[in-house]
């Protein structure tokens, strides 16, 4: 069946997400590569090209693959645009600092066949650990930046940025935030373009001084890209990207989502007509004399932007340089250092913005005597409502791990976590994550807390982050012997951001994945003497397996196997055969309800049920209270 994305005719409107526009954006730039590795918010638009080339496989005519990490995926796309492919990578924001190594040099190598790195920020850290403003890498590496406000635009700021990376020969930054990538909006559709290779071949053609950047052509290099920014530069004095409206002698520039607040406080406060608006769609390099002009035409000057005040800086710089006294309203405005929360015009460096925040600051613009209305905030939950934070789901094989760790460590050991569904186990009664860095950092981060605590340290760390960058920590710790405990979390996909694959998934959308890659054979290759797999779902033998591994000396990896619950009923086929049930209500049941803390389980007035909904039928729950010497039990009941 042929997918939409595809088989709509152009000049028709389909409602998208801001990730599928940037879908079909590619394709009608006549995309031929894309490689990446999910995240969230960037994760429906690998999703939909995955979808998409499975669909209509004749008619998709481009390479895709997830790549084990961002750093892989950028340097797969870059030898792929050297050969001439047009090629977009995606990631969310923190993996730009696993890629930003070879972003760097690409930069100065160029890419001839046009590349574009999606940089899905996340203002609000939704779904982050941090909220990191990527603007700033397109400064640091040289890479114009296209900032999409609405689902149109990022299918067309998507084609445009493709089309201007092949023909200048340099790669671009495409930076989305959460809201602007699940924004969804109306998007007219254009025409489809042949793949690029083939419309318009550019076969590789070896040149070393061009391409291998050793110190005496990287200097040379260095200079090229200086050019190239400055015809940038000058080109977005023309850019159609950048729209300007109203008079008055009071003006604003906004840039990113921002602009979608902006025009809805224009429009809820009636200052349209009197407010000068500047709107920028490819933000760097800034259209300086367009800048400068509107400077020296008005008196004050308002930035909006989320996250760090990069616009507002440079534009601050710009009127110093100018020689002009216009004053620059933003989120440093009337700060007594560089790092106060927010502006005195109310614009905060933290977080998202919404319509009041940039309703307020308008206000504040035209009239500095206008007291600003408090931000929108979540109403207060109703008393006596229960909280529901985010939460392992009922059968979840990571509780069974976390709950027999806790068995046979409790608090007397040192937990480092990693980035995954698995990170849930903070919450109590599990409390199986202390600390904290970024993918992969949980056996490296595990290895130095073991070198300077006499605690027993485990790590915990998924399939997809293994591969992804726990392989190298693993290498240190065996190579500098350190003393530590990694527990592989291997639920056969990639759960966290939407069940992708990686190197060692059974199979694919495809089919069987035949090159599967074993993480035990890997613990082995790399000099692990002590390994061991289990189920964690089999809770003995997860104790008994621990229980050994805790005695031994030096790095041991355990690695709990048993597929997400999720994947393995949407996707492997899998139905519950089995509920369980509370056959006798006791001291053991309420122990298990409080220790495993599974979903599944509820309390009705004194007594505890399951909710057959929800229950997966792991029955976990049976083998905690049949190890109780306590009065209760809890069987398996067939389904139905």
Known sequence: MPHPLMDTKPGETRLLLGNEAIVRGAIEAGIDCVTCYPGTPSSEVPDTFYRVKHAAAENADYHFEYSPNEKVALEVGGGASLAGAMTLVTMKHVGVNVAADPLCTIAYVGSPGGLVLLSADDPGCHSSQNEQDNRIYGRLAGLPVFEPATAQECKDMAKEALLFSRRTG???????????????????????????????????????????????????????????????????????????????????????????????????????????????????????????????????????????????????????????????????SGVGHDFEHEGGIGLPRYGEYETRVAANALQKLVDPSFTPEAPATAAEPVEGLPTRPPNLCAGCSHRALYYAVRQQFGDNAVYSSDIGCYTLGILPPLSCADFLFCMGSSISGGSGMARFDKRPVLAFIGDSTFFHSGITGLVNAVFNKHNVLLVVLDNRTTAMTGHQPNPGVDATLAGENEVKVDIEAVCRAVGVEHVRKVNPNKLNASLAALSELAELPGVKVLIAEEPCVLFARRSMGRKPTVIADVAEQGPAVDACLESLACPAFYREDSEVAVDPVQCSGCMVCAQVTKESEESGAIKARKRG
Do not use: C
Request: proline share 7%; aromatic share 4%; hydrophobic share 40%.
């Open 170 to 332: 340099r790669p671009v930054l495409l930076r989305t935030t959460t809201r602007v990538n699940h924004i969804r909006g109306p998007v007219v559709f254009g025409d489809v373009s042949e793949p690029a290779r083939k419309a318009d071949p550019k076969p590789f053609v070896k040149n070393p001084s061009k391409y291998v950047p050793i110190p005496a052509f990287a200097r040379s290099m260095r200079l090229d890209l200086l050019d190239h920014l400055a015809a940038v530069s000058a080109e977005a004095e023309q850019s159609p990207w950048m729209t300007e409206r109203g008079k008055g002698d009071v003006a604003v520039v906004a840039t990113g989502i921002s602009r979608a607040y902006m025009n809805d406080a224009l429009e809820m406060t009636g200052l349209g007509d009197t407010i000068r608006v500047l709107e920028l769609g490819l933000t760097y390099p800034l259209p300086e004399k367009r800048l400068a002009s509107l400077l020296g035409e008005v008196k004050k000057l308002l930035v909006l932007e989320e996250g760090e005040p990069v616009l507002e800086r440079e534009i601050r710089e710009l009127a110093k340089r100018a020689g002009l006294d216009t004053e620059v309203l933003g989120k440093m």
